[in-house]
């Protein structure tokens, strides 16, 4: 399994508070991205990033920030969470162009989050 | 119009029946093509990855790409109860790290 670790695993908070997700990888891969997943649309890009400073928003960003400092980490913030963000968050890792490796993109466990 | 689109499901078989899954797309630029399934709780696991058209096996299961019907299919054989779950594809264009994804069907193989 790839070295993936988010946490919380599991969240409740009250709408307007702020949530911070966080995603460590053991992998050194390049790309990590944040998804949410919600019934009957899948799963959806938020921002992913390409190196470390270095990130780009995704088809559902309003809402969400992302910071990403160190190679290993990448975290997603809600400013101020709203009901329509809770969801269930998967971060996912790739490193594409890597000897035989072709941009495989591999998941964590995923957090989910309720907002109440 | 989503870009990938997936029938949802459920799809319900017998055990070892031949399943197949199915995705349609309308980027003619996507290249590289992907399926993962995901069980209850937890996060989507690769199962086959396939770059522009043709065939891909790997046991039991079989990966097909018609770019030019921008269409792909993954074929189950000898499906199991251990296969239920939901299968989602996924696919990009060369030069770009944005994976989009199908929604997912949901399978369920009856002992």
């Known amino acids: 399994d790839a070295g993936i670790t988010q946490s919380p695993r599991h969240k409740v908070t009250e709408t307007g508070t702020p949530v911070t997700l966080r995603c460590h990888q053991t992998?050194?891969?390049?790309?990590m991205y944040w998804y949410r997943q919600d019934p009957g649309h899948g799963l959806r890009l938020i921002h992913y990033?390409?190196?470390?400073?270095?990130?780009d928003k995704g088809e559902v960003s309003d809402g969400y920030s992302v910071s990403r400092s160190k190679t290993e980490d990448f975290l997603l913030t809600l400013e101020s969470a709203t009901s329509s963000q809770t969801s269930v968050y998967f971060c996912?890792?790739?490193?594409?162009?890597?000897?035989?490796?072709?941009?495989?993109?591999?998941f964590g466990e995923g957090s989910r989050l309720t907002v109440l | 119009q989503k870009e990938v689109e997936q029938d949802p499901g459920p799809l319900s078989v017998p055990e070892g029946a031949i399943v197949s899954l199915n995705c349609t797309y309308s980027?003619?630029?996507?290249?590289?093509f992907m399926w993962y399934r995901q069980y209850s709780r937890k996060g989507p696991e690769l199962l086959m990855y396939?770059?522009?058209?043709g065939n891909k096996e790997d046991g039991r299961f079989t990966a097909q790409v018609d770019k030019s019907s921008k269409y792909i299919s993954l074929f189950i054989r000898d499906s199991q109860p251990s296969d239920s779950a939901t299968y989602l594809c996924?696919?990009?264009?060369?030069?770009?790290?944005?994976?989009?994804f199908g929604t997912g069907t949901r399978l369920k193989v009856l002992a």
């Open positions: 996912a890792i790739s490193d594409p162009g890597q000897g035989t490796n072709t941009g495989e993109l591999f």
């Open positions: 992998e050194n891969h390049r790309y």
């Open positions: 990033s390409y190196g470390v400073k270095d990130t």
């Open positions: 980027n003619s630029a996507f290249q590289y």
């Open positions: 396939t770059y522009s058209s």
């Open positions: 996924a696919m990009r264009a060369s030069g770009t790290y944005k994976y989009i």
